[in-house]
């Protein structure tokens, strides 16, 4: 450093005084070939060797492995499957104000999926919401009813034909069964 700042003083006390060149002359000061640009008082890092044992790496950890479980993790929930099985006393319509319909009340923020119900009474009710961000797009497609009446914010589903529905955001279905064993599949 004193090298430096000597340097730096003899090149402007001998420099020529002149109005076209005010600025003293630079001096290039090049680093060493192995010069270590984080480590500036040149301290090489001390390397530890260590038996394997004492830090053992198990197969599958690596830089990349939280990303392939996150995606399986993803994956697993991009699909829901709803089932709505009650019994023959629960979820009836005439009840609701006391016992009221917790057993056939689903909810799911799958991407897609399937709903499965299953009601064994007339009168039962269930109902099953599909909930997304609020631009996406839910289409819910019917493949079978029997027995059943479904309703959506846009209408009743009388029929497999009535479907596809698509709403945006929030699908909100409700199912009342008609007849004993009523039985209804969708998916979205």
Sequence with gaps: MKVATVCCLLSVTTADPSN???????MLVV?????????????????????????PIYPGESV????E?????????????INVLPADTECLFAT???AGITPCMKTSGAKRGSINIKLPKTKQTAVIGIVR??????????TEMTGVSAFTKTGKI???SDTPRTETGVL??????TADNGVIKCTW
Excluded: H, K, W
């Design 64 to 67: 990349f492995a939280q990303a």
């Design 133 to 142: 961000s609020s631009n996406e797009r839910i289409t819910l497609r019917c």
């Design 172 to 177: 909100q279905l409700v199912v009342t069964s």
């Design 158 to 160: 009388g029929a497999p």
């Design 96 to 98: 609701i104000d006391t």
């Design 20 to 26: 076209a060149e005010r600025q003293s002359r630079q």
């Design 31 to 55: 680093p060493p070939t192995f010069y270590n640009y984080y480590n500036p008082y040149s301290v090489m890092p001390a390397v530890y060797p260590y038996p394997a044992s004492v830090f």
């Design 69 to 81: 479980e996150n995606n399986q993790v993803e994956r697993i929930a991009a699909r829901d499957t």
